[in-house]
């Protein structure tokens, strides 16, 4: 069974930084792309970074590009989000997820908070 | 990024009823190898995100036969027959055509 948990949640100010990692069992992690998605509190989803599943390609919103940063470490089984110069905008609950091969997410991890507040 | 746009984005239906949300995307949702990435997601209150149709029309394991995707030229459709209390929930279309994935607004399903 795919199991996916996200740590790395926080309260910070802004202009912090904070580093999301997400612990990956029950699949072989090293044969898929991987994204990270959030949900601002009250509202829809929103991706905010992809990576391919060799670490050699990554994608990011327009919101987030220049100041996050995805990563993994396949020995480790673990993504990792790297968000400089937070803002007040970036308050959200963040997903890892899962890709499939078919263009589509289909596991996700339960999320963890990311409070940004002066 | 490709802007998915849905509608209604509230969507009162009566149990029994069916109910259909819109989707359409600011750019071609047909990859390089001829498919198109679009799926639909349901998201019940305080749960995580879960994926119902992938590939326009292809229904998930363990998804009831009332929920069906379809397309016409630019425009997706969620259909939901025969809606029944489990099935409030925020629904959401997604392309994965294009990096990074992108989503709709949300529709909001409630019963009348």
């Known amino acids: 069974e795919v199991h996916l948990v996200e740590s790395g949640g926080a309260v910070v100010q802004p202009g912090e930084s904070l580093r999301l990692s997400c612990a990956a069992s029950g699949f072989t992690f090293g044969d898929y792309n991987m994204h990270w998605v959030r949900q601002r509190p009250g509202k829809g989803l929103e991706g905010v970074s992809i990576i391919r599943n060799d670490g050699g390609k990554t994608g990011y919103a327009d919101s987030v590009k220049g100041r996050f940063t995805i990563s993994r470490d396949n020995s480790k089984n673990s993504l990792y989000l790297q968000m400089n110069s937070l803002r007040s905008e970036d308050t959200a609950l963040y997903f890892c997820a899962k890709d499939s091969p078919n263009g589509s997410i289909e596991h996700w991890g339960q999320g963890t908070l990311v409070s940004v507040s002066s | 990024d490709a802007v998915m746009t849905q509608s209604p984005l509230s969507l009162p239906v009566t149990l029994g009823q069916s109910a259909s949300i819109s989707c359409r995307s600011s750019?071609?949702?047909?990859?390089?190898?001829?498919?198109?990435?679009l799926n639909w997601l349901q998201q019940r209150p305080g749960q995580s995100p879960r994926r119902l149709i992938y590939q326009v029309s292809k229904r998930d394991s363990g998804v009831p036969d009332r929920f069906s995707g379809s397309a016409s030229g630019a425009d997706f459709t969620l259909k939901i027959s025969r809606v029944e209390a489990e099935d409030v929930a925020v629904y959401y279309c997604m392309q994965g055509t294009r990096w990074p994935y992108t989503f709709g607004q949300g529709t909001k399903l409630e019963i009348k």
């Open positions: 750019q071609s949702l047909v990859s390089s190898d001829g498919n198109i990435y």
